[in-house]
C-alpha cells in the first residue's frame, strides 16, 4: 500500500492550497481517508477525515469552515482544499487511511486507528 501527498508549498496567508492524496495497493472505495497534521514541536492532529464514499465528513473545529475534503474514488485519490489559509496552519500534512467495514457509519479521528500513512506535505503559510 502507498499513499503519495502532493501539493504543499509557501502561501501568504489568506491564501489557498489544493492538496492531494494518491493511493495505490488497497480496494480504495474500501478504505476511510483522512489528512492529518504535525507541526513542529507539536503532536498531530485530525484535520478532516471522508467515509469510503465521500457522504459523510467531519473537520476539527479549527477548520471554521476553511477546509473541505474530497475523494475520487475513480482516480483513488483525496484531496483536501484548503482557504483562507493562517500561519497557525503550517505544518506537515499527512494522508491516512483505514479500512471501514461494509455499512459502518463510523469515522475515525484518531491517528493510532489509521493503518496506511503516506510520507507528508509541508506547508508553510507566511503572515
Known amino acids: 500500500v502507498q499513499l503519495v501527498e502532493s501539493g504543499g508549498g509557501l502561501v501568504q496567508a489568506g491564501g489557498s492550497l489544493r492538496l492531494s492524496c494518491a493511493a495505490s495497493?488497497?480496494?480504495?472505495?474500501?478504505?476511510?481517508t483522512a489528512w492529518f497534521r504535525q507541526a513542529p514541536g507539536k503532536e498531530r492532529e485530525f484535520v478532516a477525515v471522508?467515509?469510503?464514499?465521500?457522504?459523510?465528513?467531519h473537520y476539527a473545529d479549527f477548520v471554521e469552515g476553511r477546509f473541505t475534503i474530497s475523494r475520487d474514488n475513480a482516480k483513488n485519490t483525496v484531496n483536501l482544499q484548503m482557504n483562507s489559509l493562517k500561519p497557525e496552519d503550517t505544518a506537515d500534512y499527512y494522508c491516512?487511511?483505514?479500512?471501514?467495514?461494509?455499512?459502518?457509519?463510523?469515522?475515525?479521528?484518531?491517528?493510532?486507528?489509521?493503518?496506511?500513512w503516506g510520507q507528508g506535505t509541508q506547508v508553510t503559510v507566511s503572515s
Open positions: 495497493g488497497l480496494t480504495f472505495n474500501s478504505y476511510t
Open positions: 471522508i467515509n469510503w464514499s465521500g457522504g459523510n465528513t
Open positions: 491516512a487511511a483505514r479500512y471501514q467495514p461494509l455499512l459502518s457509519p463510523q469515522l475515525w479521528v484518531k491517528y493510532h486507528e489509521y493503518t496506511y
